[in-house]
């Protein structure tokens, strides 16, 4: 079983940074796709950014956090990043990894973390 172990979070103020790691105990498919998720109380899971392994071919963003958070990744260590920088309140949420085989298929999830912006 692939276990997803996140690391990183916290509180922060506006306009600071924090960066989110994920690492997966294996990759049983030669291509994965991760992604980044974030979930507020009341709202939906929101689609935060997502990277393919290995070589991280392709990065997608949602709109509010381009060019503020940058995706990256380690394939030797199956380890993604989520570098969020100018952080807004609205930001705040826990963040969720999650790696899947093809796309839209998020078979893997990490434990969450919070992350929190005060203004």
């Known amino acids: 079983q692939v276990q997803l172990v996140q690391n990183g979070g916290g509180l922060v103020q506006a306009g600071g940074s924090l960066r989110l790691s994920c690492t997966a105990s294996?990759?049983?498919?030669?291509?994965?796709?991760m992604t980044w998720f974030r979930r507020t109380p009341g709202k939906r899971r929101e689609f935060v950014a997502q990277i393919t392994l290995p070589g991280a071919a392709k990065t997608t963003y949602t709109d509010s956090v381009k060019g503020r958070f940058t995706v990256s990744s380690e394939s030797a260590k199956n380890a993604v990043y989520l570098q969020m920088d100018d952080l807004k309140p609205e930001d705040t949420a826990v963040y969720y990894c999650?790696?899947?085989?093809?796309?839209?298929?998020?078979?893997?999830w990490g434990q969450g973390a919070q992350v929190t912006v005060s203004s």
């Open positions: 294996d990759r049983p498919a030669p291509l994965w796709i």
């Open positions: 999650a790696a899947g085989q093809f796309a839209g298929q998020y078979t893997y």
